[in-house]
Each structure stands twice: as structure tokens, then as C-alpha cells.
DNA sequence: TTAGATGCAAATAGTTTGCATTTGT
DNA sequence: ACAAATGCAAACTATTTGCATCTAA
């Protein structure tokens, strides 16, 4: 490493976490961080050779797998079949509605759970840190 | 098809969707029902040529792709990377709690996303017809 | 009868592994 | 200094495709 750089809070939580901010980790990161999560794993190579062709293939996945493990990204399904897409999870939940139509992903904010979680909480005796909601449907343009 | 047999409300769908109940077809829809759900690709496959070794592979996956364009299964993902983990829609929802250390599944019922979604429509002009909730945690066994 | 679906096997992704080498800390 | 992480390329898995045949409607 040679440049200084601002450190993102995810990328603190992987060192924190006792990992090397290596530099194939933070370009992976970087990528994520600069699409605002959605990408798939190959839209990922790509964008991560295309900065440093130098970071090898198997660097990334391992990097995806980590993140993963640690749950700063989540992987989703969204078309039909094959590539999970990797979505950020910037406090731990993550939210969206996909178009069933054209694909397209409308976010938006204040899912309201935070009740229901609590509600599961308590009567299932489970400790809740992030979730996932998907709403499927048709967007304005396809309705 | 030699037998009748008590069509499930789900090949009805298939049917009246155009397309015609085969027996591969009818084979997955079973396996799929009687697991509710939760299964990888790979399970699928297994389960299927268990009944019916006959059954080519790509049958099946042309089966998983069409349930899903159906929005009658939705494919999700459970832990690391790789292969989906398709999932029932009764109703057009599903929501589960998965544990992030022993990966159980927990399902619940009643959450209580309708408002949201009437909200949403509303809101974005959207038409909403499905969704997936999953929270992430640990379990009772697991805390 | 006939468009739609199938099974097969070969082709094509997509992902992981082993290992010698490099790099953060 | 040294455990952790890397890049490479080969091995593996998982999924898709093309096509002749079959079958539900």
C-alpha cells in the first residue's frame, strides 16, 4: 500500500475484525461501495480488473466470502436463475423492490420492521441483527 | 401420464398459466411441496431422480426456471456463495429467520407487511405482488 | 395433430483449490 | 519476521444448449 487513503467504516470493521486491508480487499470493496451493492459476482471481476488487472480472479470471490462472513454484504437472488447479487447491508438490513418485468431495482427507505423484530424477538427467543426485504412487482413503467 | 392424481392448486397455475403438466413438471412441484420448500438445485435433483431417474437434469432446471418466472417458487440465498435455495411462495410471500451460526431456517407467519406494501404502491406507483422477508441473527440454541 | 416439452450429452459458465510467492502488521 | 493473503492455473461444479424424439392437449 502505498497511497493513503480514507479508510470506509467497512473496511475498519475488516480490520477490526482482525483481517489485512489488503489491496485486492479494499478495491473490492471500493467497487461495491461505488455501485451502491447490486452487482453481480461477475460485474465485480470486471469492474475490479478493469481498476488493477493484477488481482487475480479467486482473490475477489474469497474477498466476496469474507464479506459475507462478517455480513457487510448479503448475497441475493433476483432474476430467475444462477449469479447471486451482492448488496451491501449498510446497517444491517437492506430493502427493495424488484420490477418482475424489467429487473429494475427501486429502493427505498424506513421498512418499518424494527416492531415486527422485536415482536420475534421476544416470542421466538432469537437475536436479530439485519434482514433482508424484497418486494416483487411492477414498477411504474411496466405496470 | 398413467394416473390420476390430485392436481395441487400450484400445477393448476402451471396449467392455466399455458403450460402443460408433464411429469417432470408435476415431479418438481411435488418435491418442492413436500419439502416446503428451502432446497438448493441440487437437492431438487437429487429428490426428482430418486422417483424418476428418467428425468433429465435440464428438465429440471428448465422446471426451477419456469416456477420461478411463475412466481410460484423464488430462488434466495441462505449461506456463503453459491447455489440458490428455492423457496415456495403460498401466497405469493415468504419470510424466515436464518441464523447466521448454525444456519437453521426459523419460519414465521403474519408479518405484517401489508400496510408497507399499500404504502409503497401508493407512494412509487408500483403494483406490488409478492415478497421476501428474511431476518438474519441467531437462534435460541445459538445466543 | 402438433406445438410444446423432453432427455441426452456435450459445451459453457462460474467458483474453488493447491501451492509457491508476496505483503500487511 | 511471519502468519495471512495473494495470483495463477488447473480442477471442479453447476447450469445451459442443440437437437432428435416424445407427449399432453
Known amino acids: 500500500m502505498s497511497e493513503i487513503e480514507e479508510l470506509s467504516p467497512r473496511a475498519v470493521r475488516l480490520r477490526e475484525a482482525g483481517h489485512k486491508l489488503t489491496n485486492a480487499r479494499l478495491t473490492v470493496l471500493n467497487v461495491l461501495e461505488n455501485h451502491d451493492g447490486h452487482l453481480t459476482s461477475a460485474e465485480v471481476l470486471e469492474q475490479v480488473d478493469q481498476i488493477d488487472p493484477s488481482i487475480g480472479r479467486a482473490s475477489v470471490f474469497r474477498t466476496l466470502d469474507l464479506l459475507t462472513s462478517l455480513s457487510i454484504i448479503r448475497p441475493t437472488y433476483m432474476n430467475s436463475s ?8 449498510p446497517d444491517g438490513h437492506h430493502h427493495h423492490i424488484v420490477c418482475t418485468n424489467c429487473n429494475r431495482i427501486i429502493e427505498f427507505e424506513n421498512c418499518g420492521l424494527s416492531a415486527i423484530a422485536a415482536e420475534l424477538e421476544e416470542r421466538l427467543h432469537v437475536k436479530l441483527t439485519g434482514h433482508l426485504l424484497e418486494f416483487y412487482g411492477l414498477c411504474d413503467k411496466c405496470s
Chains 1, 2 share one sequence.
Open 82 to 89: 444462477m449469479t447471486p447479487t451482492y448488496v451491501l447491508m
